[in-house]
Structure formats: C-alpha cells, structure tokens
C-alpha cells in the first residue's frame, strides 16, 4: 500500500475516496452475485422435486376372469385395478371414503396398467404388483410440501389419506423413480401428468420460423446500411428508428403482430408461425445493429485491397468483409434469439396461451411455448404445479445457458484480431 507519509490532506482525502469508490464497487458486485445466487437456489431447490415421481406398488389381479389372453385390449382396466386397491385396504365400504382411495393414484392408473399388459403380455394370467404413479397430494406429502402436523381442514389430504400413505410407506410399495414424463408428456389439467413436451416442440417451431425470417433480412439491412447506403438524412433517420426499435417494449411488437399477421393477413391463431413472426420482429433490431458493428469492425484496409485488386463492391463485401465480420453476427444473432426464446408477452397478445396437449406437427398448427407454459403453470391452483413452474424454469435456463455459451464459443473460435 502507498504510504501516506509527505502527502497533502487533499491527496490523503482523494486517495481514500478512491479506495471508497473501489470498495463500494466490490459491493455492488458481490450483492449482485448474491441476489443471482438466491434466484438460483430458490428455483432448482424448489424445481428438483418436479424431475422425480412418485410410485405406488400395488398387486393386481390380472387372472383369466379379468383378461382374455386373445384380446386384452378389450379388459376393463379401471375396474381391475380399483379392485386391487378396495382388497388392499378392505376397511374402506363407503362411497366417500372409496374416492378417496381411488384418488389416491394418478387419473390415468388404468392407461398405466393396460401400458403395462401391453409391454409384457406375458404377466396376463396371474397377480402381479406394478408401479403406479401417485397422485399429486401423494407426491407433495411425500416430498415433505405438506405439513402432516397442520389442522386436517388446512392441509389437501385428510388423516385416513395419510394413514393409507403410511400403510403403503410401511410395507416398502412407495418407490421414486426420474420422471421422463415430464419431458415426454405435453400440458395436463392434472399435475402428475403435465410434462413439456409440447411446449418444447412449440418452442423449437417458433424460433426456427424466427430465425428464417429474421437472420436474413437483419444481415442484408445491416451489410447495406453499412456497406452501400448513401450517408443522408434518410439514412441517419433509419438508424436512429432501429435503435428506438430495440428498446421497445415486447408487448408493443406483440400487438403489432395481433393486427399486422392475425387481423389482415389472417394467419392461424396461436401458430408457431404467427409467434415466430412477431419474434422476428423484435429481434430484427438487435441483429442488425450487432450485425452493423461487426461489420464496422473490420479494418478498411481489407475493403481497399479487395477494391485495388479489381474487386467490385459486392466481391469486397461478400468475399472478403463479411467473412471476417461473422463471428459478431453470429454471437448477436445468437443472443437475439436467446432474448426472443424467454420472451412470453408477444406470444400472449398472439393466442399462444392455449391449453395445447398435443405436439405440434407444423408451423400452421396451434402450439404453445415455453415460457407461456411457465406462465400457465404459475397461474394454476394446484401446489404442484409450483413445483413443474420452477422445473420448466430451470430447463429454459439451461437452454440460455447453452445459447450464451455457444454465442461465445463462436466468437472465440472465428475471431480475429487486427
């Protein structure tokens, strides 16, 4: 440390102000990591819970009497193994007390055990115990969300409910196992059964219309505003107007899209073409003034050497200046697509907050996304459903995550240096 000694009072006083300065932005970073650390362990700590299920052993008749061997599609599923459960707990008579029992395993128990006849016709014939999927209070119980302490009219499951549980816990039939699920099954009204998957595919939809239409378009506005626009007042107008556009609020291109794309050119409500529209819009400025500055990096040395060696405009730019500016495309290409990927306000003014179950097969098809599946599980009842919110947060973070990396990556790896 400097010493102090022979210093004026008005170089002692700046000198602790700058050491102030330094420590107040060692603050200001270190609060920054702390408020992120937080984020982070409130949502994977409150998400993890959502990538593992829980199973209910329970031993089925599936005897003669219940399944023709010839035909098994044909057995009443839902009866065999309602059955298993009333011999399981044979106390249980009344009809209240039945549902509860019933209620006790996912809504669809009996697709499960013809899923597993199916995949093994091997165990018609006789009683075997098979896994099924516990129901949503089941699971929260299990996972420690329910307070079995609390008064019976405060909590989802009644005491008998939670004395089943125990009974099930006791002779070793409560298994948890990944829950593939979650990413194979699409939107459910059931907690248990809700997965991804249609989000994902609507997702993966929308931004490959997105990228089609706005890497393009965003690349050659930016090489000819760039390379070949006369520098006037028009010119410098448009400039200015793309970075306004870029700091417009995302709804704003949302009802843009809802009466540009649906109301006059009548496209399908709730598409991942209509979505991937509006997105392109929203992320066209982003690209083209990273696409601009990259292009503007490039020494002009390389334009007048491809001019004096006989090369047109054109040559110089697409052989030789564009090349060179790729890796700063690519990277704000990248990150534009990574902003539009967590974007939710467009796609809601657009329709895209349909319950959707079903894949997308097409553009043209209705779909959801992502992040309106986040926003669809926030907003629902059910205490499970916290637990998929932050699930899908977290696997939407992952796919940031990956974009940012390969956005640097590419920079890296085609950069060079003047």
């Keep these: 440390m ?35 650390a937080f984020m982070l362990w409130s949502i994977i700590s409150g998400g993890l ?11 089925v008749d599936l005897g003669v009497q219940n399944i023709d061997p010839e035909n098994p599609a044909a057995a009443n599923y839902r009866a065999i193994w309602r059955d298993a459960m009333k011999e399981h707990f044979p106390e249980v008579t009344t009809r209240k007390e039945l549902r509860a029992l019933y209620g006790m395993l996912g809504a669809d128990a ?9 995949a093994d016709p091997a165990i018609a014939g006789r009683k075997v115990k098979l896994p ?37 816990a006791a002779a070793g039939d409560i298994e948890r196992r990944f829950a593939w699920s979650f990413f194979t ?14 989000a994902l595919a609507g997702s993966f939809l929308t931004m490959l ?16 505003l760039e390379e070949f626009a006369p520098k006037n007042r028009l010119s410098d107008l448009i400039e200015v107007n793309i970075n306004n556009l870029a700091a417009v ?34 992320t066209l400025p982003t690209i083209i003034i990273a696409a601009r500055a990259s292009l503007r990096a490039v020494p002009p040395s390389i334009r ?82 916290v637990e998929k919110t932050s699930a899908a947060i977290i696997v939407l973070l992952i796919f940031l995550i990956i974009m940012n990396l390969a956005a640097i990556l590419l920079r890296r790896r085609f950069e060079k240096r003047f």
């Design 209 to 224: 219309v997105c990228f089609c239409v706005s890497f393009p378009v965003a690349i050659l506005a930016a090489i000819y």
């Design 185 to 198: 099954n699409g939107d459910s009204r059931e907690p248990e059964l809700a997965g991804i998957l249609a």
């Design 132 to 168: 099924f999927r516990a129901s949503d209070e089941v699971d929260m119980l299990l996972k420690g969300n329910i307070d079995r302490a609390s008064p019976e009219d405060g909590r989802p499951m009644t005491d008998q409910e939670i004395a089943w549980v125990d009974h099930f």
């Design 304 to 385: 007048e050497a491809a001019l004096g060696l006989g090369a047109t405009p054109v040559q110089a730019t697409f052989h030789h200046v564009a090349p060179l500016a790729l890796p700063g495309i690519l990277t704000g290409t990248i990150v534009g697509m990574a902003q539009a990927l967590g974007e939710t306000a467009p796609l809601l003014m657009i329709g895209m907050v349909a319950f959707i179950v079903d894949v997308p097969d097409s553009i043209l098809e209705p779909a959801t996304a992502l992040p309106v599946q986040i926003f669809l599980w926030a907003d629902a009842p059910q205490r499970a459903f």
């Design 49 to 59: 819970g959502a990538f593992f299920t829980t199973d209910l052993m329970l031993e």
């Design 2 to 36: 400097t010493s102090l000694i022979g210093q004026t009072p008005d170089m002692r006083r700046r000198r602790a102000a700058e050491t102030r300065f330094q420590w107040y932005g060692r603050g200001a970073i270190f609060a920054s990591l702390a408020f992120l």
């Design 249 to 282: 609020p995302s709804i704003v291109f949302g009802l843009l899209g809802l009466y540009m794309f649906l109301n006059t050119f009548g496209l399908p409500r709730s598409s991942p073409l209509a979505g991937g529209l509006v997105l392109s819009l929203m």
């Design 110 to 118: 009996e697709y499960e055990l013809e899923a597993h006849v199916m």
